[in-house]
């Protein structure tokens, strides 16, 4: 699964439209526009600071949150068109929740945007124009793409929490689940609609928890590089940037993603453990026999319901952006 892209993003023709010279030439040249306007007029006007904005490290900063300013355009591109065409991944909002949902995601991001912004703490001492502007484009373009993506994982959490009930209420399409629920016959058929639509919000969670990863390891690269400009600028003053900080700011954005992401994932789990209980439950007696557990475990494989700590989920989500928080925290002191 870690190799692959959900089909659902593969074969959308929004992105397979244009060929793929196009495609990288754009995606790169925006990276490098980026770069050049977080660049703009950075100098102060004294010779320090002349040499900072020529110089290596500063160049690198530029150049990582160009990436990172890209890296979280596609992503907010993405989560609206899943917002736009959420049928292909398995869950069906209504209109009432994905406007409730999106205005309490706007509402989320620009609080936390205008906490980061009002007490900004004390930043890195850096002879750069406008540094605060600077690092702010960084933040808000994030808390952008943020929005769209809560959004996704608060519908689809809520599709999952609610896809065995309400079944007179649901689109028919949207309804497999349920109805396999309630045949007492297991009729392959209707196992087999409810399989498909547990797996596209399976597609979904692992997409979410990828493409918030992405996100996260943009923003901790951001940080990182900020952190080794101001090594290079103050090499004594190392102590005022210590790497924690960089491991701080990674793991609070883990915490966020967890706290958000977590809730859907155990809704979606205890579903597709639902269902496995319902087609191949307990005998009678409460004696597993081995043709029983051998059912039971492909029926497992088959709903993706592996142990709970060594799905490819949980690694990319919790254990990819502390492993590179802690290489943007320590790399600059190596390189020293």
Known sequence: MLTELPQ????????TKLPPPVISIFVIGTALGCAALLGIDGSDGTR???SFVESVPWTVWRAISGAALVVFIVLTVQAVRILQHPRRWGFYPKHQNRVRYLVYAVLGAAAAASYRLIFPGVGPD????????RTAVVLVTAMI????????VWLAHAECRDLANNLDVRPLEGSAYARALRDDTNDPELFRRAVDQLDGLWRLLWF???SSTVGIIAAVGSAGALRGAFISAHPDRAG?????NVLLYGGLFTLGLSVIAVPFFVAWRN??????GHVCPLPADGKPTEDWLQHRRRVEQLLHLGPLFTDS????????????????????????
């Open 240 to 244: 005022e940037f210590p790497p924690a």
């Open 313 to 336: 989920v949980t690694a990319v989500g919790v254990l990819t952006p502390l492993v590179v928080s802690a290489l943007a925290a320590f790399l600059p002191n190596s390189a020293g």
């Open 8 to 15: 659902e993003l593969a074969e959308d023709g929004f992105w």
């Open 145 to 152: 793409a943020a929005v769209p993506w809560m959004t996704v």
């Open 208 to 210: 979410c928890a990828l």
């Open 126 to 133: 850096l002879p750069v124009n406008n540094l605060d502007l």
């Open 48 to 50: 320090a600071s002349d």
């Open 271 to 276: 579903r597709a453990q639902q269902l496995a």
